[in-house]
């Protein structure tokens, strides 16, 4: 945790990261500054697993990543990460879930979570098991976490995939928002940057050999 250049809110120096027999990463070198950024690139060339390495949930296997936070909060509460393939919240329902939240997330918003639903028009399936939801509708309950959550880094992989127009017009507008932060960093991750938004950085990933 340190203190950055004022308006930036995480540096990445020299990382490296390789999966076996796979390299992905080689001093890579990145500055996020707060507002609205934007990682793209082609099919399996390291979307993901940048932001697995941004959120602290890889180790590089060389370089640093600093982020600009609370000192007195561990890094884990500071970043928060959409996961929506992941099976591990199925038994539970999306309530639920945001219930327990700010006990990792200290400045966590469970009513804005619950106003974020009535924009994704998700609140007839809030209270249901998660196994039971479509993919787009797991994708709002990530979704609505990650605009409620208040920490310094959000990292939102592919937010627009298997949402419905209404769903993305609400999403426009909640990133639009985002765009004018001047103390939050917000980076989408997908295969090309979105049209109409204000990006402060565009990096763009080659594609896997």
């Known amino acids: 945790m340190g ?9 990445v120096r020299a990382l490296c990261f390789s999966w076996p027999g796979v390299p992905l990463f080689d001093h890579l070198n990145l500055v996020l500054p707060a507002g609205l950024s934007v990682v793209s690139g082609e099919e399996s060339c390291g979307k993901t697993t940048l932001l697995r390495l941004l959120a602290g949930d890889l180790s590089p296997d ?5 982020l600009n936070g609370s000192d007195d909060q561990p890094p884990g509460t500071q970043v928060f990460r959409t996961e929506p393939r992941s099976d591990a919240l199925d038994a539970i329902s999306a309530q639920t879930w945001w219930d327990g939240l700010p006990a990792r997330y200290p400045n966590f ?5 619950r106003e974020l639903a009535h924009g994704f028009a998700l609140e007839p399936h809030i209270e249901k098991p998660m196994y039971m939801l479509s993919a787009g509708s797991k994708r709002k309950v990530w979704l609505c976490a990650a605009f409620a959550a208040g920490t310094p880094l ?7 995939a298997a949402l419905d127009m209404v769903s993305i017009r609400f ?15 917000w980076v989408l991750a997908d295969h090309a940057p979105p049209e109409g938004l204000v990006l402060r950085t565009q990096l763009v990933l080659p594609a896997p050999d």
């Not at 999403?171 to 960093?185: I, K, P, Q, V």
């Open 3 to 11: 203190h950055l250049t004022q308006g930036t809110v995480l540096e």
């Open 62 to 66: 060389s370089g640093s990543i600093e």
């Open 109 to 113: 918003n469970v009513r804005q979570a």
């Open 154 to 160: 959000t990292l939102i992989d592919e937010p627009f």
């Open 171 to 185: 999403l426009n507008g909640l990133l639009e928002e985002a765009s004018s932060h001047r103390d939050r960093a």
